[in-house]
């Protein structure tokens, strides 16, 4: 346990301390914020125009649902963006370590390979724990103009956290394959986003193969209900065994780079 703390800490201080990390961080927010108020003026453009058509027709207006409007095109957002910021999060955890020669270094000392996977992904996890924490500012202040429904916001923030952790682990297996911290950004963003789409291959409902093997293997598919506040326990075992996967299949590599002498 003492092992993994230091790790954590070493890669917790690193990552907030980067300045890639204020970088991502400041977009992150700025775009969030940009979004959410986007999203705000629409909500509201559009249902000034619903209520002048109803009245026009002489019927009580019917306004638009602001949690599943307005908080779900919020939280959608939040998903993308931080999404899509993930694979440079993850690019230098050991690419970067690689190319400066860090982690042969690292290997040749007695330290778990496990417990150096594990420590590196929960380090990178609470850093987008953070910018998730940061962004669910947006749906407090669209809570000044409705009420918020506020299970549906924690459930996709927690759908969100899940779905990130998957991909970060599968971003930090394959920085475990090369020198370069922009082949391992450009890798996990082409894997990243073949998994959001494949489901667009298949009909949707579709079962058995290949069509149900595709919506199965999609993380939209996944992340979705989450997004519309509701749990299944499907969709974590999902994440779960990503995660879990991309974690076993970086901590064999370097296992394999230990072995091998790099």
Known sequence: MNVFLT??????????LSPLAGVVGGFFLLLNGALCWFNLMEYQRFNIQLALSYRMQGVEPVFLDFNEVLIRQSLEGISL????????????????????????LLMTSPVNEGLLVVGKWCA?????????VA?????????????????????????????????????????????????????????????????GFATPGARGFPGGFLNALSAMRHLDPFLRGLIDTGDITYFLVVTVLGLDLTRRSLVSLRGGGG
């Open 7 to 16: 790790i954590f800490r070493r890669e917790t201080r690193a990552l907030f």
């Open 81 to 104: 963006l931080i999404l899509g910021f993930l694979p440079l999060i993850g690019m230098n955890l050991l690419a970067e370590e690689r190319r400066t020669g860090t982690l042969e």
């Open 124 to 132: 990178a996890q609470f850093y987008v724990l953070c910018l998730l």
């Open 135 to 199: 962004a669910a500012l947006s749906p407090l202040f669209l809570g000044l103009y409705g009420p918020l429904h506020w299970p549906t916001i924690l459930i996709s923030l927690l759908g969100i956290l899940l779905t990130s952790g998957a991909f970060l682990a599968l971003i930090l297996f394959l920085g475990s394959l090369t020198h370069s911290s922009i082949i391992a950004a450009a890798a996990g963003f082409a894997l990243m986003l073949l998994l959001w789409i494949v489901s």
